[in-house]
């Protein structure tokens, strides 16, 4: 008969493999040297809103890089769209 995985003890595999994981999730957060801060410009337009709308925040330019590339989307039917520019001040167009 076999052993529960609870009962079996402690499982290094699963230990080192979860490590693996949650270090590369947190790796883009992690301060770099010589990395800089730098002007994040978000534009997003949902459908309650009439005109697009933006803000400005500075932050670390890995974090805003993952942001950019992680939340991009825009649908062509609907008008609906988020977008990240790093190190760019938001306009008050959408092109």
Known sequence: MRESPISSGFD????VG?????FGLALPF???PGDHMTRMAVRFRTEAMAVPKGFTAYTPANICAVLAAAMAYEDQASGHFTRIDCGKPASRRHA
């Open 12 to 15: 290094y595999r699963l230990a």
């Open 18 to 22: 979860s490590f693996v994981v949650l």
């Open 30 to 32: 992690i301060p770099l």
